[in-house]
């Protein structure tokens, strides 16, 4: 294995990892500032009150996603897996 192979394999895996994350962090960050936005504009200043709401979204989009999410890393894992025989020379 050389220097490159081992870099671009890490960045393969970054980016898959960031993908199948980036649909419930982006519904996290949605909520949240959602409701801080409803927390300026009516002086409730309560940190709690984001909690449960940015748990459901993110329960909500992990559901939604599930098959998407299953479908990306089974396709990675597929390929790195079929592709050994080619990283050992």
Known sequence: MSQQFVIHLGREVFFTAIIIAAPMLVAGLIVGVTISVIQTATSIQE???????????????????????????????????????????
């Open 47 to 89: 940190q709690t009150l984001t909690f449960i709401p940015k748990i459901l979204a993110v329960v909500v989009s992990l559901i939604l996603f599930f098959p998407w999410m299953m479908n990306t890393i089974l396709a990675f894992t597929t390929e790195l897996i079929s592709n050994i025989p080619n990283y050992i020379h």
